[in-house]
């Protein structure tokens, strides 16, 4: 009795195997076909779009709205105001002023610490 039980056992595993490789093959033409009706262009549409939108954004920028707003600086303005101390600087700020534009002023630093912390 217990060699018939393991016969019919293997010939049901043995029948099954062709019907799990069939399963198989049906689900992957199922999802091959589904893969190829979606466009691989969508990851190019969505970064056109972030692009866009960024470009949008900085483009109608309102300072009085949105703080974070910066003003686009010609490379004069630029230099005349985040550059190193020179004579680069120097003739970009005299370009500047000569055009019309401000000069960046000087702020207060505020109060040294002094002490162990001026060390």
Same mark, same amino acid.
């Given at each position: 009795?217990?060699?018939?039980?393991?016969?019919?056992?293997?010939?049901? =595993?043995?029948?099954?195997?062709?019907?799990?490789?069939?399963?198989?093959?049906?689900?992957?033409? =199922?999802?091959?076909?589904?893969?190829?009706?979606?466009?691989?262009?969508?990851?190019?549409?969505?970064?056109?779009?972030?692009?866009?939108?960024?470009?949008?954004?900085?483009?109608?920028?309102?300072?009085?709205?949105?703080?974070?707003?910066?003003?686009?600086?010609?490379?004069?303005?630029?230099?005349?105001?985040? !550059?190193?101390?020179?004579?680069?600087?120097?003739?970009?700020?005299?370009?500047?002023?000569?055009?019309?534009?401000?000069?960046?002023?000087?702020?207060?630093? !505020?109060?040294?610490?002094? !002490?162990?912390?001026?060390?």
């Amino acid at each position: 009795p217990s060699s018939t039980s393991t016969s019919s056992t293997s010939t049901s =595993v043995s029948h099954q195997q062709p019907q799990l490789a069939r399963r198989r093959q049906a689900l992957q033409s =199922v999802f091959g076909f589904a893969a190829a009706l979606v466009p691989a262009a969508n990851a190019l549409d969505m970064d056109a779009f972030v692009n866009a939108e960024l470009a949008n954004d900085t483009k109608n920028c309102d300072p009085k709205r949105d703080p974070k707003c910066a003003p686009v600086l010609t490379k004069d303005q630029a230099l005349c105001k985040y !550059g190193q101390s020179g004579d680069a600087r120097g003739e970009a700020c005299k370009r500047v002023k000569a055009a019309g534009g401000s000069l960046p002023t000087s702020k207060p630093q !505020g109060k040294s610490l002094g !002490g162990a912390y001026a060390m």
